[in-house]
């Protein structure tokens, strides 16, 4: 039982380099949803979708890009990385209308 | 929009002793509420649930949790702690949307068990 799965654990990136941070899921879950979680500011919430080939802007979406193209995967883009963009991004999934949420086990990316 | 304040960014306690996490939340709507505990490196873990019913929600590892509704409160208990509680947790507050249903996170309090 895998649950979510994200790639890769950790990351350095130089600035202005991109990359995609991968998330899939195979809970047949709906909802799919990362997040970015920096010291004393809790996670907040990057950018959402309710089902394949649907996207929305969560708090923090400037600097970053998704696309869900079926159900079990929800890949984030950096399209141009930035020192601001250092954190812990985690991706989580759930069923539409029930609201627990399963999280990955997180990326630890950072930008120099 | 919905907001969460944790009202304590860190805790510490002796092992066996009782343990209070506070955490208010805002919201015009009603909403539901969560506890989630993150492990040193790991993601978050569901703890416990507020989504209707008894004020009174019990959790995993012995956790439970009252929910207020005029204080606007969802504090977090334990009676006796132990050093495998040391963790960070996070209070959350989920509304439903047309777009579903989106979490709203506190800042985290740190708890830090000492033998």
């Keep these: 039982n895998a649950g979510v799965t994200q790639t890769p654990k950790f990351q350095v990136l130089k600035t202005g380099q991109s990359m995609t941070l991968q998330c899939a899921q195979d809970m047949n879950h709906e909802y799919m949803s990362w997040y970015r979680q920096d010291p004393g500011m809790g996670l907040r919430l990057i950018h959402y979708s309710v089902g394949a080939g649907i996207t929305d802007q969560g708090e923090v979406p400037n600097g970053y890009n998704v696309s869900r193209s079926t159900t079990e995967d929800f890949p984030l883009r950096l399209l141009s990385a930035a020192p601001s963009q250092t954190s812990v991004y985690f991706c989580a999934s759930s069923y539409l209308g029930r609201t627990e949420a399963f999280f990955g086990q997180g990326t630890r990316l950072t930008v120099v | ?115």
């Design chain 2, 1 to 115: 929009a919905q907001s969460v304040t944790q009202l304590d960014s860190q805790v510490p306690v002796f092992e066996e002793a009782p343990v209070e996490l506070r955490c208010n939340y805002s919201s015009s709507v009603s909403v539901y509420l969560f506890w989630y505990v993150q492990y040193p490196n790991q993601g978050l873990q569901l703890l416990l649930k507020y989504l209707s019913g008894s004020t009174l929600v019990k959790g995993i590892n012995g956790f439970e949790a009252e929910f207020n509704k005029s204080q606007t409160s969802f504090h977090l208990r334990k009676p006796s702690v132990h050093i495998s509680d040391t963790a960070e947790y996070f209070c959350a507050v989920s509304v439903w949307e047309t777009s579903g249903s989106r979490l709203t996170f506190g800042e985290g309090t740190q708890l830090t068990v000492n033998p």
